[in-house]
């Protein structure tokens, strides 16, 4: 640890000032012998020197929005402290300050605002933000690649990230993004649903590990939510609900019926129409004209208000949900542990079909260093510090998310989550959006269909359709149409 913080007190581009001289007087006694033995006192003035401290202050700026997510912001807080503690120790003479602010305003809000920033060239040293961030940031020189200073400390901390996690903030050949956490996106199920639907606890014990085999499918899910809205279990429209706006989460249902997202080869976007006709079929039938398993009204509704409330409450039986969403419940919705673990269980996304897989999404948020930053080494140090297995569990705690770092997975801190050691399955079956520019475009478009087939305005082909000549006309050459 003194290499690196060593290592990095060389590359400081600013530097403590020169040691100043400072006056002490002191009092010597000696004892002469002469004749007469007698005490002589004499007053000497001596000048030692003093190190004064520079002082280099950091910007970051992270994101939520869940406010259970805050340790995104504190735990850089907590890492300068421990650098300039350990600079202190070894007479470097630097103390580094993070300041900033923690965000749990939407995301398109906190990306606008980062966007302005970087154009205007007042963006934080440090940014936070999800993966697929990236290409755009790069693309538009926003932000530095971090290859060069990852080889250099790769023995101190950057070995013990989980491998498949590189990929994921990777692009074009470079590094560009710090990976801070991860997650999964579950399909929460209500026991006390399928109990009265007939389910034994063993069929609902072993109902995730159905899914992992592809014994039980998208198809079996929407017919089990059907079957608890003819039942009167739940509302018509309160069988499966999902995220109710725009998000990450819509391309996982064609993920699980086998399609393809993006070409690496080509660097290209990929739609296969056949596949999206199935998934659109699957949301026709699931809506309010049809099974009356999907609210027509969902779209539109606020998680917090709204939608939040509703799935605590057991109002739905099927909930397309994330992983941190259960940290949400626990500390911000009235939902007691034990609840949790009486009336609900998780699962992956199932297969669409026999002889397809499972999956899940994750969208891992990184810690990215501005191009602006005039302390980049001392940003990427605190960054560095900061990818620990103690802060990063401590965060994975508040606000169930996933591990980052092997050492994590067996760290005491770590391990004192029931819900994070049972999750963590999950990730190895973790699909990522596309590492393109244009994929905020194909998702925006994707999600305006669904919504247009939940409020009875497409039939399943006419929503392919659109989605089609709406790829065509919006990404042009960027996507391949198959």
Not at 357 to 375: A, E, F, G, R
Not at 446 to 452: N, S, T, W, Y
């Amino acid at each position: 640890m003194a290499g690196l913080v060593v290592g990095g007190v060389a590359g400081w581009s600013i530097k403590p000032s020169e040691t100043t001289g400072v006056t002490v007087t002191k009092t010597v006694t000696q004892t002469v012998t002469q004749q007469v033995e007698r005490t002589v006192t004499r007053t000497e003035t001596v000048t030692q020197t003093q190190p004064t401290v520079a002082t280099v202050t950091l910007s970051a700026w992270t994101q939520g929005p869940e406010r259970e997510s805050v340790y995104r912001q504190e735990n850089l807080v907590l890492a300068a402290r421990k650098l300039s503690s350990m600079n202190s120790i070894l007479g470097a003479g630097v103390k580094v300050e993070v300041t900033g602010e923690f965000s749990t305003a939407p995301w398109g809000d906190y990306r606008r605002k980062l966007q302005l920033a970087f154009e205007s060239k007042q963006a934080p040293d440090i940014v936070l933000s999800a993966h697929i961030d990236i290409a755009v940031y790069s693309d538009n020189g926003w932000i530095i690649s971090l290859d060069d200073m990852i080889k250099e400390y790769w023995d101190w901390v950057y070995n013990d990230v989980i491998e498949s996690l590189w990929p994921a903030v990777s692009y074009k050949g470079k590094i560009w993004g710090i990976p801070q956490d991860t997650e999964a996106r579950p399909v929460y199920f209500r026991k006390d649903h399928l109990i009265k639907l007939g389910w034994s606890e063993d069929e609902i014990a072993s109902l995730p590990k159905r899914v992992e085999q592809g014994r039980f499918t998208f198809e079996d899910m929407l017919n089990t939510a059907a079957e608890a809205v003819k039942k009167n279990i739940v509302q018509p429209g309160y069988g499966i609900w999902h995220r109710p706006n725009a998000g990450p989460d819509w391309p996982i249902p064609y993920l699980a019926y086998g399609g393809s997202l993006y070409d690496e080869k080509e660097n290209k976007l990929v739609a296969e129409m056949k596949v999206w006709e199935k998934v659109f079929d699957w949301f026709e039938r699931a809506s309010m004209k049809n099974m009356g398993v999907i609210s027509d009204k969902l779209i539109g509704l606020d998680f917090n208000r709204d939608v939040h409330p509703t799935v605590v409450a057991g109002k739905t039986t099927f909930w397309f949900g994330g992983t941190w969403h259960k940290g949400q419940w626990v500390s911000s919705f009235g939902l007691a542990e034990d609840d949790f673990w009486r009336y609900f269980g998780f699962m992956l996304y199932p297969a669409g079909e026999k002889g397809l897989k499972p999956v899940t999404l994750s969208q891992p948020m990184c810690y990215m260093i501005s191009s602006n930053s005039k302390y980049v080494r001392q940003a990427f140090l605190v960054i560095t510090m900061a990818t620990d297995p103690y802060l990063n569990s401590l965060h994975a705690n508040k606000s169930a998310h996933l591990a980052i770092l092997n050492s994590q997975l067996n760290h005491s801190e770590y391990k004192k989550d029931r819900f994070n050691a049972e999750a963590g399955y999950l990730v190895a079956y973790s699909k990522y959006q596309p590492m393109h520019p244009g994929w905020g475009t194909y998702n925006k478009v994707l999600f305006d269909v669904i919504k247009g087939i939940e409020a009875g305005q497409f039939n399943a082909q006419r929503a392919a359709n659109v989605l089609e000549e709406e790829l065509k006309k919006q990404l042009g050459d960027a996507i391949i149409i198959r």
